[in-house]
């Protein structure tokens, strides 16, 4: 933050899987990038593949709805949250952000900007998904919610 000169942003160093791990606070805007099971990196790490089973990417999706559902507190009103990962496994992805919306109806999913990528899976075109074979970059996804 300093380095990037910015004066209106805060570090809170804390446990986003634990209800309360943040200071009473609402922003304008939260970053959500929660631990993954990296499938969108295996171009460049292709070990990666081999450690990958069905029991890690539940894992690592319900992790990331924990953290999601905890940070959605912090959002102030027509705030928004950014919800990426280095994944393409649509668990971790579309299926998190569709429990998080059938939970929260007040959130909708809209476009980011800039767009990038190529649009969600399972109804999602306003969530962009970028792929190694076709973007030359990891793979990501990006969801954008925001509170009305």
């Not at 634990?18 to 993954?36: I, K, S």
């Amino acid at each position: 933050m300093a380095r990037m000169g910015a004066e209106n942003a805060v570090s809170v160093l804390g446990d986003a899987r634990r209800p309360g791990a943040f200071p009473d606070v609402e922003a304008d805007l939260v970053l959500v990038d929660p631990p993954c099971t990296g499938t969108g990196t295996f171009n460049r790490v292709p070990s990666g593949k081999w450690r990958l089973t069905r029991r890690s990417i539940d894992r690592m999706a319900s992790i990331q709805r924990r953290i999601l559902e905890n940070c959605a507190g912090h959002v102030g009103e027509d705030g928004s949250i950014v919800y990426c990962t280095c994944s393409i496994t649509k668990e971790e992805n579309e299926m998190v952000i569709r429990e998080f919306l059938r939970v929260h109806s007040g959130f909708e999913l809209t476009e980011a900007e800039p767009r990038l990528g190529m649009p969600g899976l399972m109804g999602q075109a306003e969530a962009q998904r970028l792929y190694p074979h076709i973007h030359e970059c990891n793979g990501f996804y990006v969801a954008k919610l925001v509170r009305s």
